[in-house]
């Protein structure tokens, strides 16, 4: 199947509020013409560089989502065009794009990541953490950012109940969070499911799946 026919149906299987992040990441810039060719414009990376690169060589109409986990000194490269960055896991991360969005006099959207998976090796913010922040006086002085939600990983397993419980805390989470809304706290991206389980997240309440080799095929890390 081609990436074209890959986007197809799995477009034909959203729901209309779903939103589609095709995830380019180690993919050629050709791969990303052909799927920008078929209509897509949102694409997410979890390099910084890589991102850059392709932003430079690619049409300006494409959203960049950032889903990878952050280096902190590398957040300037990308603050002058990142659409979202999804992978947001501390407040002194939270500062630093706040201070390079600031220099580009723009507000730069973000999600906070939220550990859900049992596993130890992801990263991402428990929820009383996500809590401490929001409710902190220095995350109300941060003006140019603005968090649109959140973003989580089920754990890689074969246990289907585990992932649909593990997606569905992180729905509920993100319901409760609502109450915290405020100028730069709005929560309406639930950033959750990837190739492999992405129909469980989207049961569960996500509206926006980061897609990448379901759309592009397996990815080849030399
Ligand atoms: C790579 C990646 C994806 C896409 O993974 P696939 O299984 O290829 O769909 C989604 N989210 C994050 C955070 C990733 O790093």
């Known amino acids: 199947m081609s990436i074209q026919e890959n986007l197809q149906t799995i477009k034909s299987t959203l729901p209309i509020n779903v939103q589609l992040i095709a995830v380019s990441k180690t993919k050629p810039i050709s791969d990303i013409l052909e799927a920008y060719n078929a209509g897509q414009r949102a694409f997410g990376e979890n390099k910084i560089q890589e991102m850059v690169s392709k932003f430079d060589q690619l049409p300006k109409d494409i959203e960049w989502h950032m889903i990878g986990h952050l280096q902190r000194n590398k957040v300037k490269y990308m603050a002058s065009f990142v659409h979202l960055i ?86 509920s989470q993100f319901e409760i969070s609502k109450k915290y809304t405020c100028q730069n706290f709005n929560p309406t991206i639930l950033s959750m499911g990837m190739s492999g389980d992405y129909t469980i997240a989207i049961n569960e309440g996500s509206n926006m799946v980061r897609v990448g080799s379901a759309i592009f095929g397996t990815r080849n890390y030399n």
Do not use: P, Y
């Not at 992978?87 to 990541?113: M, P």
């Open 86 to 171: 999804h992978g947001v896991d501390s407040f002194k991360t939270l500062k630093e794009i706040n201070k390079q969005a600031l220099k580009h006099q723009r507000i730069i959207n973000c999600l906070l990541e939220v550990k859900i998976a049992s596993e130890e090796t992801k990263f991402g913010l428990a929820i009383d953490e996500v809590e401490k922040i929001l409710l902190s006086s220095e995350f109300k002085n941060l003006k140019n950012i603005n968090i649109q939600g959140f973003m989580g990983m089920a754990s890689f397993t074969d246990d289907t109940a585990i992932i649909h419980s593990e997606f569905k805390n992180l729905k």
